[in-house]
């Protein structure tokens, strides 16, 4: 399978504990995208990386949030202190970087389903 | 203002039968995308068809087709011959520019067909 993989798949945590999420893009993407997205809502835009850069953040990503793409490869995602309203899918997507623009189509992988009890 | 409107919550239609689902959309950058995705129950966002805005011809793959009014700002997913694997989650989105981010997602459009 070449398409995005994210693991774990669920994850159930208690109110304040930490918790990290892994995005493997498809092979050679360069761009890398982490969305999240609540009960009877659209996908919201999280953060975007270039390869190991992370060049924009949305304001949905508080201070207790944090992405890395320490090689250009795979993303983590770290939720510090989790809070109830940290429940929800959060996405993954990629890109090739090719087709530049707003052609450049995102391809995304199956979700993380968070629950904060 | 919402950049992207789906005013349907839910629709049915009788398997294969054709169904529109709607949306519209909202900017003012001359270039942008459209694109259409499906997320079925387990998740994942399949992509299904794009548009842009300079495109001339409405988008098709397969079952699939764009109906792409610019002047309306809308970008209807038709589906056509409908299977029961289409029940699903549908997802309207865009993308401004020459920005390589943000994608903006309607609301959703939850299709289920009836045998």
């Known amino acids: 399978d070449t398409g995005v993989s994210q693991n774990p798949r669920h994850k159930i945590t208690k109110r304040g504990q930490n918790v990290t999420f892994r995005c493997d893009p498809i092979s050679e993407h360069n761009r890398l995208y982490w969305y999240r997205q609540t009960l009877g809502q659209g996908p919201e835009f999280l953060t975007y990386f270039q390869n190991e850069a992370q060049l924009e953040k949305s304001r949905l990503l508080s201070d207790r949030f944090s992405a890395e793409r320490p090689k250009g490869s795979f993303s983590t995602l770290e939720i510090q202190r989790t809070e109830q309203g940290d429940s929800a899918m959060y996405l993954c997507?990629?890109?090739?970087?090719?087709?530049?623009?707003?052609?450049?189509?995102?391809?995304f992988g199956p979700g993380t389903r968070l629950l904060v009890l | 203002a919402q950049k992207i409107t789906q005013t349907q919550p839910g629709m049915f239609v009788q398997e294969k039968e054709a169904v529109t689902l709607d949306c519209t959309y909202d900017?003012?950058?001359?270039?942008?995308?459209l694109f259409w995705y499906k997320q079925p129950s387990s998740g994942e966002m399949i992509f299904l068809i794009y548009?842009?805005?300079?495109?001339?011809q409405n988008a098709t793959e397969g079952r699939y087709s764009l109906n792409f009014q610019k002047a309306r700002k809308s970008a209807n997913l038709v589906i056509s011959a409908s299977q029961l694997g289409d029940s699903a989650m549908y997802f309207c989105?865009?993308?401004?520019?020459?920005?390589?981010?943000?994608?903006?997602f309607g609301t959703g459009t939850r299709l289920t067909v009836i045998p």
């Open positions: 997507a990629s890109s090739s970087g090719l087709a530049g623009g707003p052609r450049e189509t995102q391809y």
């Open positions: 900017t003012s950058d001359p270039s942008y995308g």
């Open positions: 989105a865009m993308r401004e520019g020459r920005r390589a981010n943000n994608l903006f």
């Open positions: 548009q842009g805005s300079y495109d001339q």
